[in-house]
């Protein structure tokens, strides 16, 4: 599925749905998933993972239900 936009004159890919739906579809499952493992799946950081995620809860497309604090 390659959704295409007009910016500036030029097609445009929307990668930015295009990587929202793979994050939905890897949740499509209903089983949690770290941004680490997400960030794995889908070949990004995980802090790139993180802003996505971030993204689509605003949106309420997902929930986050887990935060963990790290060992200082």
Same mark, same amino acid.
């Given at each position: 599925m390659n959704k295409? +936009?007009?910016s500036n004159g030029h097609a445009v890919s929307?990668?930015?749905s295009e990587i929202d739906d793979e994050v939905?579809? %890897?949740l499509e499952d209903g089983r949690p998933a770290s941004p680490a493992d997400?960030?794995?799946r889908l070949g990004l950081s995980e802090a790139a993972a +993180? +802003? %996505?995620l971030w993204? %689509?809860? +605003?949106?309420?497309k997902i929930?986050?239900?887990?935060?963990?604090r790290t060992c200082s």
């Open positions: 295409v +936009s007009e929307d990668w930015w939905l579809a %890897l997400l960030a794995r +993180s +802003s %996505l993204g %689509l809860a +605003s949106e309420g929930r986050i239900r887990l935060v963990e």
